[in-house]
């Protein structure tokens, strides 16, 4: 951040009296301008014993799959990103059955909370960040082509619970990846 929002004038990273954290404050007014970790939400669209996916068609990760999901809006509810975001993504209907995972990911800003759901019917297409949809029973499932950690690590959790008829909520810190030196992973954001 260079220019503060509200009068246009400089900011300095810097910490202010009563805080721990350098924060932007600005040069002229003195607003504090406080930067707040990115919500990742999304869902676990089910039919009947198949997922839904999305192969992405943005970066990063281009190409690999995941689960409907993307930044949460403002005035948006949890539940209506998730809503919002598996229509955006797989042009699909669903009904929000509860909060499934929430993995917090420090060290790139981001908190990713995947929801269970119930796909309403069987309307889906790829929508404008998607190449194309799918619905994968656990066999299927593209696990080495899969996008984030937090959506592999929730897959393997509900496939696990769903065999045994209940579900949990799973909460977890997730750091940095750890991919060999050589990996072009290294040099992208990854989740």
């Known amino acids: 951040m260079k220019y503060c929002p509200a009068c246009g004038q400089s900011v300095e990273l810097r910490t202010p009296a009563d805080d721990t954290r350098p924060r932007y404050i600005c040069t002229a007014c003195g607003i504090i301008h406080y930067q707040n970790p990115r919500m990742v939400i999304g869902s676990i669209p089910e039919w009947e014993d198949k997922i839904l996916l999305c192969r992405r068609a943005i970066e990063p990760r281009y190409g690999l799959w995941t689960l409907p999901g993307g930044f949460m809006e403002n005035g948006e509810s949890t539940g209506a990103a998730a809503i919002r975001e598996t229509l955006e993504e797989a042009c699909a ?99």
């Open 93 to 191: 209907r669903i009904e929000i059955i509860d909060l499934y995972s929430m993995y917090s990911l420090p060290y790139i800003d981001q908190v990713h909370m995947l929801f269970r759901a119930r796909l309403l019917d069987l309307e889906f297409a790829p929508g404008q960040e998607s190449l194309e949809v799918k619905l994968f029973a656990e066999s299927e499932i593209p696990w080495a082509e899969l996008a984030f950690r937090p959506v592999r690590y929730s897959l393997e959790h509900y496939f696990s619970e769903r065999k045994k008829g209940t579900f949990s909520l799973h909460v977890d810190e997730l750091g940095p990846p750890d991919y060999p030196p050589d990996s072009k992973l290294n040099n992208i954001n990854t989740h």
